[in-house]
T-cell receptor, first 113, second 113 residues
Framework: KAGVTQTPRYLIKTRGQQVTLSCSPI?????VSWYQQTPGQGLQFLFE???????NKGNFPGRFSGRQFSNSRSEMNVSTLELGDSALYLC????????????FGPGTRLTVL | QQQVKQSPQSLIVQKGGISIINCAYE??????FPWYQQFPGKGPALLIA?????SEKKEGRFTISFNKSAKQFSLHIMDSQPGDSATYFC????????????FGSGTQLTVLP
């Protein structure tokens, strides 16, 4: 099976812009979680989607949002970018029901100038 | 109460030696404890995971030891190899259907040839 894919892999934006990141989970997986990784804060949970519904949300401002489509693909959006949003954004895929195992994609490196 | 504390921050081991990384948690609702390995420029890769009803789990050269009463768990890498040089993260998940992982701060492992 193909692994988790994330696009784009690298992104450079300026403050105030918005950005959309995409994640395609492993085939058959219905749960997608998003994490932010920075040198200072480490790996932090953003939100989880299962069957197109947000099931859980981390402690991030409302500028961070996401959605999931019927084919389980997910997108996350960050509006009004700030310098501190520069990070590696990771998507993790899980079967969902009855499975806690999460498989991570390679991430999208976002740089905000 | 959601924190997972990981130590040491960095570790240098000779080839063939044993690498030991420790994690401690407070939240007794955690019921799933995975370890991830991350190479530079890559997403975290699942190594091994354990549940609180098991005190030890071994997969190849990797062993998790789990002490439920002390709320601690550790990763042992036997016969460490230069290719094991990476950052290792412990994590924990709350019981329930949501798949939010709380991560430790990471350990940078260097295995000298």
């Amino acid at each position: 099976k193909a692994g988790v894919t994330q696009t784009p892999r690298y992104l450079i934006k300026t403050r105030g812009q918005q950005v959309t990141l995409s994640c395609s989970p492993i085939s058959g997986h219905r749960s997608v979680s998003w994490y932010q990784q920075t040198p200072g804060q480490g790996l932090q949970f953003l939100f989880e989607y299962f069957s197109e519904t947000q099931r859980n949300k981390g402690n991030f401002p409302g500028r961070f949002s996401g959605r999931q489509f019927s084919n389980s693909r997910s997108e996350m959006n960050v509006s009004t970018l700030e310098l501190g949003d520069s990070a590696l954004y990771l998507c993790a895929s899980s079967m969902g029901q009855g499975s806690d195992t999460q498989y991570f994609g390679p991430g999208t490196r976002l740089t905000v100038l | 109460q959601q924190q997972v504390k990981q130590s040491p921050q960095s570790l240098i081991v000779q080839k063939g030696g044993i690498s030991i990384i420790n994690c401690a948690y407070e939240n007794t609702a955690f019921d799933y404890f995975p370890w991830y390995q991350q190479f530079p420029g890559k997403g975290p890769a699942l190594l091994i995971a354990i549940r609180p009803d098991v005190s030890e789990k071994k997969e190849g050269r990797f062993t998790i030891s789990f002490n439920k009463s002390a709320k601690q768990f550790s990763l042992h890498i036997m016969d460490s190899q230069p290719g094991d040089s990476a950052t290792y993260f412990c994590a924990a998940k709350n019981s329930g259907s949501a798949r939010q992982l709380t991560f430790g701060s990471g350990t940078q492992l260097t295995v000298l040839p």
